[in-house]
């Protein structure tokens, strides 16, 4: 159980350009998902936290109007790299918890790669 | 201070070594305690899940909190190459989510 679907798992891109990446929480509804960022051997960096039907909280330096997230339903939130530069390239991963004394439950990553 | 610490290793043992695995943590506010796991471009893999103090077994896995001295571990025994992975702490106040850096893991045939 506690299975979080993301997709595409790698997007290629051209500079200017928008990506949408997509996650989906597949046998549970998620009262809230993060998106998170991962450079090369380092840890996680919260990006922002999503609950349904509300807008989204981000992190102090993330700026909200490139990396638009949007928490449609229960089951799914997505994440928009609007603009994309190369300086976006990344590992970005979503996760999603089922309540509050729930755990963390992430989807398998999606790789950005901007040309 | 950060948060959470977590000796980012690498640590190598040989096959079939126990292998143990710490985080330690400055906020008495967190309530519950999490280990992952991350392989190469992979998201992170939930393996164990606590929030009392005590031990936690699941399999090859148990999970240790101490809360008073504020230390969690992960032991791993019988270890496999398969676990060759990062390993994540984790720890919440129920409100966010704080990770260590992770703990690189390679086990050895």
């Known amino acids: 159980g506690a299975v979080v679907s993301q997709h595409p798992s790698r997007v290629i891109c051209k500079s200017g350009t928008s990506v949408k990446i997509e996650c989906r929480s597949l046998d549970f509804q998620a009262t809230t998902m993060f998106w998170y960022r991962q450079f090369p051997k380092q840890s996680l960096m919260l990006m922002a936290t999503s609950n349904e039907g509300s807008k989204a909280t981000y992190e102090q330096g993330v700026e909200k109007d490139k990396f638009l997230i949007n928490h449609a339903s229960l089951t799914l939130s997505t994440l928009t790299v609007t603009s994309a530069h190369p300086e976006d390239s990344s590992f970005y991963i979503c996760?999603?918890?089922?309540?509050?004394?729930?755990?963390?439950?992430f989807g398998n990553g999606t790789r950005l790669t901007v040309t | 201070q950060k948060e959470v610490e977590q000796d980012p290793g690498p640590l190598s043992v040989p096959e079939g070594a126990i292998v143990s695995l710490n985080c330690t943590y400055s906020?008495?506010?967190?309530?519950?305690f999490m280990w992952y796991r991350q392989y190469s471009r992979k998201g992170p893999e939930l393996l164990m899940y606590?929030?009392?103090?005590g031990n936690k077994e699941d399999g090859r896995f148990t999970a240790q909190v101490d809360k008073s001295s504020k230390y969690i571990s992960l032991f791993i025994r019988d270890s496999q190459p398969s676990d060759s992975a990062t390993y994540l702490c984790a720890m919440s106040d129920f409100n966010k989510f704080y990770f260590g850096s992770g703990t690189k893991l390679n086990v050895k045939p």
């Open positions: 996760s999603a918890r089922q309540g509050y004394n729930s755990p963390l439950h």
């Open positions: 906020n008495s506010a967190f309530q519950y």
């Open positions: 606590t929030y009392s103090s």
